[in-house]
T-cell receptor, first 117, second 110 residues
Framework: DAGVTQSPTHLIKTRGQHVTLRCSPISGHKSVSWYQQVLGQGPQFIFQYYEKEERGRGNFPDRFSARQFPNYSSELNVNALLLGDSALYLC????????????????FGDGTRLSIL | GNSVTQMEGPVTLSEEAFLTINCTYTATGYPSLFWYVQYPGEGLQLLLK?????DKGSNKGFEATYRKETTSFHLEKGSVQVSDSAVYFC?????????FGAGTTVTVRA
């Protein structure tokens, strides 16, 4: 079975531009989460979507937005790019959301490496 | 808020050496705990998990025990291989998200 797929794998943008990153979850998974991983650090949570609704949002500015489509795929949009947005953006999917301590295993894609010049 | 503190690296070992990576957490309630591994150029892979106190997660020779009394979830492996070279992340799960530690880079020399 195919894992979580993300596109593109690499992207170079300049400051002020806009970017759209895409994610396809594992078949049957209805929850998609986005994380930002700056070089040398652990991933930071950005969003979680379940059944096309935002279920959680991390401490990121409004320049970051996302949506989930009827087929459960997802897009992450970032406007007015800054140098500090350079990072690996990871998408993770899981079967559902759990309110018992996050024990639904999240399966990660290989990420999109975004470089801002 | 909930957080994870992870032993800083990098860690360099010889093949067949014993590996331990310390992880402590701060949390309200009873979160699930995870170890993820990231190989160069790849995303994160779930290595093991534990969902309640005293649970032991294990996979591929790695083990970690959820210790509520010491708020710890240390990762151990008795005999590492070159193929274990990677970055290891301790993570805490609450409701809808994972909170990760900073990661520990492990290099195993032949």
């Amino acid at each position: 079975d195919a894992g979580v797929t993300q596109s593109p794998t690499h992207l170079i943008k300049t400051r002020g531009q806009h970017v759209t990153l895409r994610c396809s979850p594992i078949s049957g998974h209805k929850s998609v989460s986005w994380y930002q991983q700056v070089l040398g650090q652990g991933p930071q949570f950005i969003f979680q979507y379940y059944e096309k609704e935002e279920r959680g949002r991390g401490n990121f500015p409004d320049r970051f937005s996302a949506r989930q489509f009827p087929n459960y795929s997802s897009e992450l949009n970032v406007n007015a790019l800054l140098l500090g947005d350079s990072a690996l953006y990871l998408c993770a999917s899981s079967l559902s959301v759990s309110r018992t301590g996050g024990d639904q295993p999240q399966h990660f894609g290989d990420g999109t490496r975004l470089s801002i010049l | 808020g909930n957080s994870v503190t992870q032993m800083e690296g990098p860690v360099t070992l010889s093949e067949e050496a014993f590996l331990t990576i310390n992880c402590t957490y701060t949390a309200t309630g009873y979160p699930s705990l995870f170890w993820y591994v990231q190989y160069p150029g790849e995303g994160l892979q779930l290595l093991l998990k534990a969902t309640k106190a005293d649970d032991k997660g294990s996979n591929k020779g790695f083990e970690a025990t959820y210790r509520k009394e010491t708020t710890s979830f240390h990762l151990e492996k008795g005999s590492v291989q070159v193929s274990d070279s990677a970055v290891y992340f301790c993570a805490l799960g609450d409701d809808y998200k994972l909170s990760f530690g900073a990661g520990t880079t492990v290099t195993v020399r032949a």
